[in-house]
């Protein structure tokens, strides 16, 4: 669980802000976007290997 504690003289958006990269950091929102539907370890493996592809040819061409 994420969670951070209000600093003095701290507005309402900063405290949002670090939160939010809390999570981001963590982790958490994107394994819940992952569990949102089953898939197999098979079709996960699938899907890993073509964003590591996407991700190296967009690494290549610039």
């Known amino acids: 669980m994420s969670y951070v504690r209000i600093r003095e003289g701290e507005d ?3 405290l ?4 939010q990269s809390s999570m ?3 982790g958490i929102m ?3 976007r992952n569990r949102r539907y089953f ?3 098979g079709e996960q493996a699938r899907l890993d290997r073509a964003r590591s592809l996407r991700r190296l ?4 061409f610039k």
């Open 30 to 32: 994107k394994e819940l």
């Open 57 to 60: 040819r967009r690494r290549k």
């Open 12 to 14: 309402g958006e900063g």
């Open 16 to 19: 949002l802000k670090r939160f």
């Open 24 to 26: 981001q950091r963590s």
């Open 39 to 41: 898939r197999s370890r």
